[in-house]
């Protein structure tokens, strides 16, 4: 791949959001990971349960129980989740959040729309679409391709570094 080349511009392109760690800014002073916990619980109520379970938050999150366990106490200590046990099974814990973690969840919710809006308000809704529309794209494509087979390295005196 030569210097000048758009896959290496795109490389690029991906590595400088990974280097700035954009993903991993705190919101409203908590982490990203205790955020989407919140999320999470929000978005995993259900009219017919009070709460939802510790496996069920693990398996939506896709991360070990003894995290979600950690994540949950540093929420509960912050008033913003509470746990009981589950009355219709008393082994299982249920998770829900608190009026406090209900506020947090919409205000970090808001926080992210502004952001948005005002990247849309920065590249302008054209651009903004289109970005929308090729990110999209791009997902779409790494989620359905077979990853490349590993290559050999290439040796200097082949010729190509």
């Keep these: 791949m ?6 290496q511009t795109l490389l690029q392109a991906f590595m400088r959001f990974k280097r700035m760690e954009w993903h991993q800014r705190n919101v409203l002073g908590y982490k990203p990971s205790e955020i989407k916990l919140l999320f999470c ?3 995993g109520r259900r009219a017919d349960s009070p709460g939802m379970k510790l496996s069920e938050i693990s398996q939506t999150l896709r991360v070990t129980p003894p ?19 589950d009355p219709t099974d008393r ?4 998770v829900r959040l608190t009026p406090k973690g ?12 502004r952001a948005f ?19 999209n794209e791009v997902f779409q494509y790494y989620t359905t391709k077979e990853p490349p087979a590993p290559q050999p390295p290439v040796k200097k005196e082949d010729g190509l570094c």
């Design 67 to 85: 995290t979600v366990t950690q994540l949950i106490k540093d929420l509960e200590s912050n008033g913003l989740v509470e746990r009981a046990f």
């Design 91 to 94: 082994r299982a814990v249920l």
């Design 41 to 43: 619980i929000h978005k």
């Design 117 to 135: 809006e005002a990247l849309v308000a920065h590249l302008g809704e054209d651009k903004s679409r289109q970005l929308a529309l090729l990110l």
């Design 2 to 7: 030569d210097e000048g080349s758009t896959a």
């Design 102 to 113: 209900d506020a947090l969840t919409a205000a970090a919710s808001e926080a992210f729309v």
